[in-house]
């Protein structure tokens, strides 16, 4: 299951750089497409308002 997230995040952008697959795409509230997540957390362990679920 892709990680998402959700509506606490601050569109810091954070977690951009983290994701070696560039599933996360900028907005209001930032999104993950599941069909390129692949699940290695690199971007939840840098969000600073833990707004990414895995």
Do not use: H, W
Request: charged share 25%; glycine share 8%; hydrophobic share 35%.
């Amino acid at each position: 299951m892709a990680f998402v997230i959700n509506d606490t995040c601050i569109a810091c952008g954070a977690c951009l750089p983290e994701c070696p697959t560039e599933a996360i795409s900028e907005g209001d509230i930032y999104e993950i497409d599941p069909d390129k997540c692949i699940d290695c957390g690199a971007c939840q362990d840098v969000c600073p308002v833990d707004a990414i679920e895995g």
